[in-house]
C-alpha cells in the first residue's frame, strides 16, 4: 500500500484548506486517518474515515471544522479544514492500516504517507 498527501501550504487564521491522500495498493476495507505532528510535539489523531459504511470520527480540537471524506472512485481521502487556527500548525500524515475499525494511536497504523506542511499564521 502506498499513500501520497497533498493540498498543504501557508494560510491565515481562519482560511480553509483541502488535503487529499491518494492511496494505491490493496486498500478495500481499510481505515483511512489523517494525523498530524507539531515541531517537538507527539503525532496526534486528526480524523478517519473507514471505508465501508463511511464511519468517521474526530479528535475533538477539529470537531466541527474539519470533515473527512473519500472518493471511492479514486481511492483518494480528503480532509476539508475550515476556519485554521494557528495551533492547527503541523506536519499532516495520511495513514492506513488492514482495518475495519477507526484506531486514534497511531502505533495502530502500518502504512503512512510522506507528510504535508500546514503553516497557519495569526
Known amino acids: 500500500v502506498q499513500l501520497q498527501a497533498s493540498g498543504g501550504g501557508s494560510v491565515q487564521a481562519g482560511d480553509s484548506l483541502r488535503l487529499s491522500c491518494a492511496a494505491s495498493?490493496?486498500?478495500?476495507?481499510?481505515?483511512m486517518a489523517w494525523f498530524r505532528q507539531a515541531p517537538g510535539k507527539d503525532r496526534d489523531f486528526v480524523a478517519a474515515i473507514t471505508w465501508v459504511g463511511a464511519g468517521t470520527r474526530y479528535a475533538d480540537t477539529v470537531k466541527g471544522r474539519f470533515t473527512i471524506s473519500r472518493d471511492d472512485a479514486k481511492n483518494t481521502v480528503y480532509l476539508q479544514m475550515n476556519s485554521l487556527k494557528p495551533e492547527d500548525t503541523a506536519v499532516y500524515y495520511c495513514?492506513?492500516?488492514?482495518?475495519?475499525?477507526?484506531?486514534?494511536?497511531?502505533?495502530?497504523?502500518?502504512?503512512w504517507g510522506q507528510g504535508t506542511q500546514v503553516t497557519v499564521s495569526s
Open positions: 495513514a492506513t492500516d488492514d482495518r475495519v475499525t477507526i484506531a486514534t494511536d497511531p502505533r495502530q497504523y502500518a502504512y
Open positions: 495498493g490493496r486498500t478495500s476495507r481499510h481505515v
